[in-house]
């Protein structure tokens, strides 16, 4: 069980990724060199009862009934088909959006029908003319608005309609909706937001082959005069700007509605204030507390899980509720933890994680585990509900807010300014039981850097303890680390996992009191134009304190605006087993040293005479203080270490040149 309550260190701050009120940067374009992806997790099952009504999959181009009405004029969604040029292979002609962000086009949509054509609003393209020198000086510069209209679509004899798409859509600053009208494209009263932000965030873009559905039934039911509109909104600003990325879609379709369908979604629950995640986890009971998804077995945590679901079908669904598998590696099933439930959800309603949360589970062992959420009712059982997402949970020696999954980089020329530094923080709470009590024990930090950092970087490892962290101030005034040591690149691309030791020069871990602290990084690239870029996971939104950064006019930020770029470092704290300094009885009666933990002024009593050398070594092996000593049987001597900076010691005394006892001693301040 924790002992320190991390709501403490966060109060009164926001769950959301896009806190009000908290320091937030505006991230950049240049951040990466990877296109990053977001799983979006939809589901393109469809019930044999379900007809199409409506298609198009532009084999033959855009229809000459459709319409285009952009803002400017020429801001025209543009048609890739086998013979166009560029043809259908190409996606955007950004040059942001390319594979490695070098310049090169991009991947095209992975529809069914891709090769026989697709449509494209390229904003990136029209904003930079594929040029970086050239940015916003492109034939249509951002903002700009892309309109495509269909032709009228009748659907008097339908009841109800799906409407689906395939879709390969990436964010800087833009929104892409649907906007639906029933009198002939007059006016359009309905929109639908494909992909909102709060899904897919600002440098997030979708999977290739994306798969968007919505039931308009609501909207289009018995309509003659149906048209549907296709909004690339790049008005959206900020520092930064408006605009940019790109909007793909093909293989369009309008169907009948299936009967018995659930969906995960995000919502806000009656009685409550701002938006949860589709899914959630929250560790020890509380929401503020950092979601570990490497999870250290030496400081256990109780998980609950959560999650919204809408329901999209037709028909009324009874007894909705949440199960979740968790799986261990050989895919046995460990654990089937199953919420309450609705008793009726209507068609297009919602129930709410307020309802659907599990009991309480903690691991009971150290293993791979996967955890399925699965939406179930009667009519959708745990063996045939199509709403059932996969995610993995560690639990071992090391601890880290990823899940594994790099979605992007970031770094050094991330966000305003350029990053500095980052901190993780750690609830290192529960002392090692192998006879060390009020300490634990840590190996070193693993990080996984991108295959462009500079090879000859610099970086600096220390950890704070997190009492008195302000973002506007950062650390305390005079804050001095437990613990640092600066590390030098090998001359090697690091674009793995490394590690980053702790130990001393004997092998010995580190040592800390028990406590929760930030593992703050600090880059110093030595390249001309060198960059220092770590792997960034950005499926579970952090609570607001798990990560921060700090930019080179030295303010501490907690997220990129509307951005999950930075919220899961894959920078793994491992701990270890306590090094092997025990003493005899014997040795332990010769000497006291007390108090411990002190201020910095303490005493050494010995009960034999004779003369001593005291040496006191840093947790690295570091001689930072030593001291002869000439004493009587019994005699109590005064220890003065107020000059050491707070953290943990180890205090060698040897008399005539052996050593006779080593104790750990800590200093706070």
């Known amino acids: 069980m924790k002992k320190i309550v991390l709501l403490s260190l966060a109060s009164g701050l926001s769950l959301s990724v896009s806190a009000q009120g908290l320091p937030q940067a505006a991230p950049s374009e240049d951040y990466q060199e990877i296109p990053p992806t977001r799983a979006y997790e939809v589901f393109d099952l469809t019930e044999s009862s379900q007809n199409v009504i409506w298609s198009e999959d532009f084999a033959n181009g855009i229809p000459m009934s459709w319409s285009q009405n952009g803002s ?182 309008l169907t009948t509605p299936p009967e018995n369908l659930l969906l995960f979604t995000r919502g806000t629950a009656p009685g409550t204030s701002g938006e949860a995640p589709a899914q959630d986890i929250i560790f020890d009971s509380d929401p503020l507390y950092p979601k570990y998804l490497h999870l250290a077995e030496k ?71 996967k955890v399925i959420y699965k939406a179930i009712s009667d009519s959708l059982t745990s063996g045939n509900t199509p709403t059932a997402d996969t995610f993995d949970l560690r639990v071992g020696d090391k601890y880290s807010l990823d899940d594994g999954v790099a979605d992007n980089y970031f770094g050094t020329n991330t966000g305003t300014n350029g990053m500095a530094a980052i901190g993780v923080m750690y609830a290192l709470e529960d002392e090692d039981t192998a006879g060390d009590a009020g300490f634990v024990h840590l190996q070193g930090i693993e990080m996984e850097m991108s295959c462009l950092t500079d090879s000859t970087a610099d970086i600096e490892i220390a950890i704070f303890d997190t009492a008195g962290f302000a973002f506007n101030a950062g650390f305390p005034a005079n804050a001095v680390p437990l613990y640092s040591k600066v590390f030098t690149l090998d001359g090697s691309v690091p674009c793995e996992l490394t590690n980053y030791s702790f130990e001393d020069a004997m092998g010995r871990p580190l040592t800390l009191p028990t406590g929760t602290y930030y593992v703050v990084t600090t880059f110093f690239p030595n390249a001309t134009d060198g960059v220092v870029r770590l792997a960034n996971s950005a499926n579970w939104g952090q609570p607001s304190l798990a990560s921060v950064f700090q930019n080179n006019n030295g303010d501490w930020f907690s997220f990129f605006s509307n951005s999950t770029t930075f919220l899961a470092p894959h920078y793994r704290l491992i701990l270890a087993e306590p090094s092997d300094i025990s003493l005899s009885e014997d040795e332990l009666g010769e000497f006291s040293v007390y108090p411990n933990p002190t201020t910095g002024n303490g005493f050494i009593e010995f009960a034999s005479p004779g003369n001593y050398q005291v040496q006191v070594l840093s947790m690295v092996g570091d001689l930072v203080h030593e001291a002869s000593l000439a004493v009587n049987g019994n005699e109590r001597m005064e220890l003065s270490l107020g000059h050491l900076p707070s953290g943990v010691y180890l205090i060698n005394i040897s008399s005539d040149g052996t050593a006779t006892k080593t104790v750990k001693l800590t200093v706070q301040k």
């Open 72 to 253: 400017p004029a020429l801001a025209l969604w543009e048609y890739r088909g086998p013979n166009t040029v560029p043809p259908d292979s190409v996606g955007s002609r950004g040059c942001w959006a390319g594979p490695l962000q070098s310049g090169n086009t991009g991947d095209p949509i992975a529809s069914p029908t891709r090769t026989n054509g697709f449509v494209i609003f390229d904003s990136d393209f029209l904003h930079s003319n594929g040029d970086r020198a050239t940015n916003g000086q492109g034939p249509v510069p951002a903002p700009h608005v892309g309109r495509l209209q269909t032709g009228v679509i009748d659907l008097s004899n339908e009841p109800g309609a799906e409407l689906t798409f395939y879709s390969y859509a990436r964010r800087f600053q833009a929104a892409w909706y649907v906007a639906i009208s029933v009198d002939g494209g007059l006016t359009f009263t309905d929109t639908v937001e494909v992909f909102p932000a709060s899904d897919l965030p600002v440098n997030s873009s979708t999977d290739q082959d994306a798969f968007f559905r919505a039931n308009i039934s609501g909207i289009v039911a018995n309509q003659s005069q149906v048209v549907l509109e296709f909004i690339f909104d790049g008005t959206v600003s900020n520092s930064n700007g408006s605009g940019r990325y790109y909007w793909m879609i093909d293989d369009i379709q």
């Open 299 to 369: 400081q256990p945590a109780t998980i609950t899980f959560d999650a919204n679901m809408y329901n999209y079908g037709t028909a009324t669904q009874t007894n909705v509720g949440l199960e979740v598998e968790i799986r261990d590696s050989n895919n046995a099933v460990v654990t089937t933890l199953p919420s309450p439930t609705v008793a009726s959800l209507p068609a297009l309603d919602t129930a709410y994680y307020t309802t659907l949360t599990t009991p309480a589970w903690t691991p009971p062992f150290a293993g791979d585990f």
